[in-house]
């Protein structure tokens, strides 16, 4: 029994049979509408999207250049975790992309979307997924500050 005592019983409540839509790493710019399209689904009733951006500083210090790469099994890590996502909640549709290579302060570098039958499912779903990605999948962050210092994230 659900809220209000409604039984969910559709198959609309239940998580799709092969809800992962859209998984990628691409060295061009990333779409937020193309991975929100690739989470249509007529029984979600709530789709929760994160867009990460390159930010002008870290740490208080600004951010001159900025680069992304990743590790050759990162496209497989990728799935791992959304896979785990969808096992963990009633994921209608998951899609994620993460951006490689040079970017510019603005530039998109992760966009993730999971749709859900209700809205705190697909906000958890999506915290995870993002949470999950950034902690798990080789990705790793090339900061150049404007003073000439450098860091590594996530490496």
């Known amino acids: 029994m659900g809220r209000m005592g409604r039984r969910y019983d559709h198959p609309g409540e239940l998580a799709a049979a092969d809800p992962i839509r859209l998984l990628a790493i691409r060295d061009t710019p990333l779409s937020v509408d193309e991975v929100f399209g690739a989470v249509g689904d007529p029984a979600a009733g709530g789709t929760a999207l994160f867009v990460g951006t390159v930010r002008d500083h870290d740490g208080g210090t600004d951010v001159g250049a900025l680069g992304y790469s990743a ?60 949470d999950d990605l950034k902690s798990e999948v080789p990705i790793w962050k090339h900061q150049t500050f404007a003073d000439g210092t450098d860091e590594w994230v996530g490496a």
Do not use: S
């Not at 975790?81 to 490689?100: G, N, Q, S």
């Open 71 to 130: 590790h050759p099994t990162a496209e497989a890590e990728l799935r791992r975790v959304a896979e785990k996502v969808a096992a963990d909640f009633p994921v209608r549709a998951l899609a994620a992309v993460h951006r490689v290579g040079d970017l510019a302060v603005g530039d998109l570098a992760v966009v993730v979307a999971v749709a859900c039958p209700h809205r705190a499912e697909a906000f958890a779903a999506c915290r995870r997924l993002i």
